[in-house]
Structure formats: structure tokens, C-alpha cells
């Protein structure tokens, strides 16, 4: 069963200061990731997309990571600022028929002055 | 580009009534169309796909006399929940297919937040 586990579920962070968010997946065949932001009340937006050659891209202030080998990707937020509070979803897309994506939980990330 | 816009962003209706959301691709044709619900604290669910020109397929559990899907253009698909009744109560989000770095994307709305009283 495709499943995409995110972790952790909620994180609090000082503005200023860095943070990872993990995001674990079982989707196959893997044919790309996505990392979203969703600000509450609003629809989800792309940060990134990565595809199975990808290991890393860049998008201002965040940084995605994927390990297609152990199924495993990281978004790093730097330097995070208040308007950074929102929930970060992981979605995983299979290579089958109907572009299908697999979401994960989501980590609700609240930043504090 | 590659923007979706949903109408209305808010919506308060009567149980019994039925309420249409709309979702429309301003600057790019899309033949595919998804329609997902999300409650609170939870991650988005999907409940059909939408096919230009076509019925639309619904995911399992999801009742497809309930929640009317009509996808008429390639920049227009509509939701229309019928007989709403509180437990519909629920944030709306759509999605059209597009291309981004040669990869399909789904692009999302805004979303459409019902509450039936």
C-alpha cells in the first residue's frame, strides 16, 4: 500500500532559527515528490518538485532532499521567519496510470518571535 | 501562471440545500481535474477525478449522487453537493493537471470553505 509518513506531526521554532522536517514514503514506482506549504485556510502551494535523479533542490529559504534508495526526503527551512508558520505537506507521486498522488499527514509548523 | 481560482471562498447554506463550487484553470487548459476535501488538522483527501468530457471517477466511499461533478471545458469543473448536511461541513480544495519542469503537477485552488447549518 503507497503511504507517505511525515514527521514530526507539529514543531515549534523561534523565528530566526532553523528546522527539518522528515518525510518517509513507500509509494512505487516513484516517479517524483513534492513538498507544499498550506497556510491555514488556503489551498496548498508547491516549494518543490523533485524526480528520482534529483537529490536536492533549492526554492529561497527552503532546501528539499531525496534518497530514492531508502525512500526518504527532507525539506530544511533557514532562517524562518513568522510567515512561515503553516503545515508542510509531502505528496509522492506514482508512475501509473492517472497521476494518482499519495499525501502525507502533513507537519504543522507554528514559528514564534 | 498556472493558476487556479475556486468561487466562492466561503460558503454558509441551509441542511437541505444544495451548494455548487466552482474551480477554474485562469491561464492554462486542463483535462484533468481533482476535487478534494480536507477537515480540520487532517491532510487533504481526494474524492474524484475529473475528466473533461467525461464522468467522473470517484474514490470509494465517496457518494457520487451526493457530490455532482460536471466537467464542462477544459478551464471549468464544477462541485455541487447536494441535500448538504452539517457533516459536509468542510474545506474544498480542486486541483488542475498542468506541466511544471516537464513533470505533471497538480496545481491547487484556493479552496472553498462549506458550512451547513
Known amino acids: 500500500k503507497n503511504q507517505v509518513e511525515q514527521s514530526p506531526q507539529s514543531l515549534i521554532i523561534l523565528e530566526g532559527k532553523n528546522c527539518t522536517l522528515q518525510?518517509?514514503?513507500?509509494?512505487?514506482?516513484?516517479?517524483?515528490l513534492r513538498w507544499y506549504k498550506q497556510d491555514t485556510g488556503r489551498g496548498p502551494v508547491s516549494l518543490t518538485i523533485?524526480?528520482?535523479?534529483?537529490n536536492t533542490k533549492s526554492n529561497g529559504r527552503y532546501t528539499a532532499t531525496l534518497d530514492a534508495d531508502t525512500k526518504q526526503s527532507s525539506l530544511h527551512i533557514t532562517a524562518s521567519q513568522l510567515s512561515d508558520s503553516a503545515s508542510y505537506i509531502c505528496?509522492?507521486?506514482?508512475?501509473?496510470?492517472?497521476?494518482?498522488?499519495?499525501f502525507g499527514g502533513g507537519t504543522r509548523l507554528m514559528v514564534k518571535p | 501562471g498556472a493558476v487556479v481560482s475556486q468561487h466562492p471562498s466561503w460558503v454558509i447554506c441551509k441542511s437541505g440545500t444544495s451548494v455548487k463550487i466552482e474551480c477554474r484553470s485562469l491561464?492554462?487548459?486542463?483535462?484533468?481535474m481533482f476535487w478534494y476535501r480536507q477537515f480540520p488538522k487532517q491532510s487533504l483527501m481526494l474524492m474524484a477525478t475529473?475528466?473533461?468530457?467525461?464522468?467522473?471517477?470517484?474514490e470509494q466511499g465517496v457518494e457520487k449522487d451526493k457530490f455532482l461533478i460536471n466537467h464542462a471545458s477544459l478551464t471549468l469543473s464544477t462541485l455541487t453537493v447536494t441535500s448538504a448536511h452539517p457533516e459536509d461541513s468542510s474545506f474544498y480544495i480542486c486541483?488542475?493537471?498542468?506541466?511544471?519542469?516537464?513533470?505533471?503537477?497538480?496545481?491547487f485552488g484556493p479552496g472553498t470553505r462549506l458550512t451547513v447549518l
Open positions: 486541483s488542475a493537471l498542468g506541466l511544471a519542469e516537464r513533470t505533471d503537477t497538480q496545481y
Open positions: 518525510c518517509n514514503y513507500t509509494v512505487s514506482p516513484f516517479s517524483n
Open positions: 523533485m524526480t528520482f535523479s534529483e
Open positions: 505528496v509522492v507521486s506514482g508512475s501509473n496510470a492517472g497521476n494518482m498522488l499519495t
Open positions: 491561464d492554462f487548459q486542463a483535462t484533468t
Open positions: 475529473s475528466n473533461e468530457g467525461s464522468k467522473a471517477t470517484y
